[in-house]
């Protein structure tokens, strides 16, 4: 009982050491004596409420108008669209893109055929110009049902055929490539 009332006790005085601090900053109020004439106005004035001013609704007519025009980047008019879509004034903003109506069926085709890692035609699938980009795959059209073969048979570390298994495993023609 003795420790619990040790507890309060000094719950209770750091309770009224913090309350003087808040007092001790807090802002001195200036209370003037009521005037019937001013009424209530005078009670306020020292006080952080007597900043606000007498107010009411506004006078009437809403907000103003923007009278200049760049203010929304260039918007002159925020009715309906006419139903064309959207144009661009410079083409070069969506890389080159010349028609922003519907597409003809016919697929993308690439202005810069660079952009996509040397794409020759998009008719007929996507070929490549460097065969060496994936790592010696000379066709890559469907597999005739031998397996993959590679060009270069160090890539995969001495494997010299990847036909499908006879059942004797796969067997490596230089173990010590795979260490």
Request: charged share 20%; proline share 6%; no cysteine.
């Amino acid at each position: 009982m003795a420790e619990l009332l040790k507890s309060f006790t000094f719950f209770i005085h750091l309770h009224l050491l913090a309350s003087y601090f808040l007092v001790a900053e807090a802002r001195v109020l200036k209370l003037n004596p009521i005037n019937t004439a001013n009424g209530i106005v005078n009670y306020f004035e020292g006080l952080s409420i007597g900043a606000m001013k007498v107010s009411g609704p506004t006078p009437g007519g809403g907000h103003k108008k923007l009278f200049n025009v760049q203010t929304l980047g260039g918007i002159k008019d925020s009715g309906p669209s006419p139903g064309n879509g959207h144009k661009f004034a410079d083409l070069e903003t969506l890389g080159g893109i010349k028609d922003s109506g519907p597409s003809p069926g016919n697929g993308h085709k690439l202005v810069d055929v660079e952009t996509l890692g040397r794409v020759k035609d998009a008719d007929n699938g996507h070929k490549l110009t460097d065969v060496e980009t994936f790592g010696g795959i000379k066709d890559a059209g469907p597999s005739p049902g031998n397996g993959h073969k590679l060009t270069d048979v160090e890539t995969l570390g001495g494997i010299k055929d990847a036909a499908p298994n006879h059942g004797n495993g796969h067997q490596l023609a230089d173990v010590e490539t795979l260490g």
